[in-house]
């Protein structure tokens, strides 16, 4: 007979149930087994067809508690087995939540935020724009990555099938870029227009939160290969559709800047106008969003146009150019941040040189002047 304590855990840990009616169901057939052998005296013919009876569907209860038994252990390992995934799935993502807090916990007790680029930002940065930061840094690595299987396809000289994969992968990932900033813009705006998460160099070149796809296609072209006339036509239309684009953007941005200008100048007015000035002030911004959203399907749309454009490996030269370029301008970056520390521990060696140079020659003089007083007055 099956001991129903040996299913309680001894740990103290919750039992699975339907090990628990399984087996409280096979003692009862053990039970009802047991007295169907004991021995009963019958006293007519009635009682021995009645015993006939239960026997018949005693066999048809033990074949259909058999069979409910063997689906009850199915359902129960598959519950199993999606409960040990669940808590798999929950531990995996209370541990990447946990590095996260930490992180950011550590960042703002520096006082500050390292970007993905290597620039350095308040310590007044949201949690958005900072989520942001880290997939962007995320981004970078692929990109690198990708940049690298480029050339060495490029330079391999690969079938135009596998290079087309590789190009396709390529533009997915610059379309994910463009997913990431949707997202951020949506957090914090000012992040995104601002270009706080790109390097110091990529800055120079900010376009509402981006790269100008005009001069994009202007420094990316003349390094691609012999082009045909119908290549540099439809390029030449492409740069010229991009440029009235990016002016109309433009324009409309002057115009959000001056309405932005009027509305927090005359919010100094009265103090309850002023109040209600400066709410509309601040539904105005919420328009940035739109720019950063106009300015990055402009982008996008160049990048396939481009793509389209263009023969596979031109294309795969085209993205391996502007991979590197911006690779270019990271590194740049990183020389320039770094070049002031050096310049200014090189200024104050110098001061310190300086000073000790001039301490020594005033010691000296005094020396000089202790000297000659001797012997004017050697008595003395």
């Known amino acids: 007979m099956a001991n129903l304590s ?38 007519n013919q009635n009682q021995s067809q009645r015993k006939g009876a239960n026997s018949t569907s005693q066999r048809q209860l033990d074949a259909k508690t058999l ?15 999606r409960k040990k995934a669940y808590i798999q799935q929950l ?47 995320r981004w970078l690595d692929d990109d690198l990555r990708m940049t690298s299987e480029l050339r060495a396809a490029v330079e391999g000289h690969l079938p135009d099938g596998n290079l087309r994969a590789i190009v396709d992968g390529y533009m997915s990932h610059y379309d994910e870029i463009f997913e990431l900033k949707s997202v951020g813009a949506k957090s914090d705006v000012f992040h995104l227009m601002t270009g706080m998460w790109m390097s110091p160099a990529e800055r120079c070149f900010l376009w509402i939160g981006g790269f100008r796809p005009s001069k994009l296609i202007e420094m990316v072209i003349p390094q691609l290969e012999t082009l045909t006339e119908q290549q540099a036509v439809g ?19 002057d115009q959000f800047h001056h309405s932005l200008i009027m509305a927090v ?39 396939h146009q481009l793509r389209r454009i263009l023969t596979v490996r031109q294309a795969a030269q085209c993205f391996m150019v502007i991979g590197e370029y911006y690779g270019r301008l990271r590194a740049l970056s990183s020389l320039w941040v770094s070049r002031p520390r050096e310049s200014r521990r090189w200024l104050n060696d110098e001061g310190s040189c300086q000073t000790a140079t001039r301490r020594r020659t ?19």
């Not at 069979?67 to 087995?81: F, P, Y």
């Not at 002023?274 to 990055?296: P, T, W, Y």
């Not at 000297?371 to 008595?379: L, R, T």
């Open 6 to 43: 040996s299913f309680i855990n001894p740990e103290g840990s919750s039992f699975d149930f339907e090990e628990l009616e399984e087996a409280i169901v096979l003692q009862r057939v053990e039970l009802q087994n047991d007295e169907l052998k004991s021995p009963q005296p019958s006293s």
């Open 67 to 81: 069979r409910r038994l063997a689906q009850n252990r199915v359902a129960a390992k598959k519950s199993r087995l």
């Open 91 to 137: 531990e995996s993502s209370r541990i990447k939540l946990s590095q996260l807090e930490q992180d950011l916990h550590r960042a703002r007790s520096e006082g500050l935020f390292l970007g993905a680029c290597g620039g350095v930002m308040g310590g007044n940065i949201s949690s958005g724009a900072a989520i942001f930061d880290m997939e962007y840094a």
């Open 235 to 253: 390029i030449c239309n492409l740069q010229r559709c991009s440029q009235e684009t990016e002016d109309a953007l433009y324009q409309g941005l």
């Open 265 to 303: 100048a005359v919010a100094s007015t009265a103090v309850m106008e002023g109040v209600n000035h400066m709410a509309v002030a601040a539904g105005k911004l919420s328009n940035l969003e739109g720019f950063i959203r106009q300015a990055d399907m402009l982008r996008q749309q160049t990048l």
């Open 362 to 380: 005033e010691e000296e003089m005094i020396q000089i002047q202790i000297q000659s007083s001797h012997n004017h007055f050697p008595n003395f």
